[in-house]
């Protein structure tokens, strides 16, 4: 793959559902991104740390093809899908018709019934998007992600705008529709303990490039006392420049 605009015609690396080199980024004279190098393998669960303004964002939209200013070698899986942290519902089209909204292929209807029946929605296929809660909302954006099977799914703070107790609900919605689909994750958060509870893999985005990572060899649930996840959280928040006793 010769450098180029960022484009999402090439193929990965081989045995990869996402890859990127040399990605870099600039808005005007402020450079965001600066030389990102990243694998994401079929199957894997990744999550990316950074401070605000650190281009986490950014670098999801490159490999969601929604910026075509980035300049580097970008590789990604045939079908890739995205849910941001608003749900951005057509609020003129009912749930259903939400979920099966472009797609293609046979019997879109009774795909998208089946997507909004694995996030327990069959009650809501005819409702408006307006009289969802919240959390309801984010399902339907997660049906409406999953229902083309995406070989990689990118997730943009989904859970920032929920309650605490909608947000454990939905990781573990999440956790289980990925076990069921299996397809590679970017998941762009500001919370480090989500990101230990859900990934595999914790990246942290510092600099315009990928500073730090960890693996999390945990089975799940895992709780959020694990000895080994206190250990990698207080790790992970000094490299954000958080003394971890502040958030204690």
Do not use: C, Y
């Amino acid at each position: 793959m010769a450098t180029r605009a960022a484009r999402l015609s090439a193929e990965p690396a081989a045995g990869q559902a996402a890859t990127v080199r040399g990605l870099t980024r600039s808005f005007g004279d402020r450079r965001v991104l600066g030389g990102v190098d990243l694998d994401i393998a079929p199957g894997e669960f990744v999550a990316l740390l950074g401070r605000s303004g650190s281009g986490k964002s950014t670098l999801l939209r490159v490999l969601a093809g929604l910026d075509r200013e980035a300049r580097g070698e970008i590789g990604v899986a045939t079908t890739v899908a995205v849910s941001f942290q608003e749900p951005r519902l057509v609020p003129w089209k009912r749930v259903l018709a939400n979920v099966a909204l472009g797609l293609r292929g046979p019997d879109p209807v009774g795909r998208a019934r089946a997507a909004l029946a694995e996030v327990g929605l069959t009650e809501h296929l005819n409702a408006w998007p307006l009289t969802l809660s919240g959390g309801e909302a984010q399902r339907v954006s997660l049906a409406r992600a999953l229902v083309r099977e995406p070989g990689l799914l990118l997730l943009d703070e989904p859970f920032g705008a929920l309650d605490a107790l909608t947000k454990i609900s939905m990781h573990r919605l999440v956790v289980d529709l990925w076990a069921r689909h299996r397809p590679g994750v970017l998941l762009v958060t500001h919370d480090v303990d989500e990101a230990l509870l859900l990934a595999d893999r914790v990246l942290v985005l510092d600099g315009g490039r990928i500073a730090h990572e960890s693996a999390v060899p945990l089975a799940r649930p895992r709780h959020r006392d694990h000895h080994d996840l206190v250990a990698l959280r207080a790790g992970l928040l000094r490299r954000l420049g958080v003394d971890p006793e502040e958030t204690a």
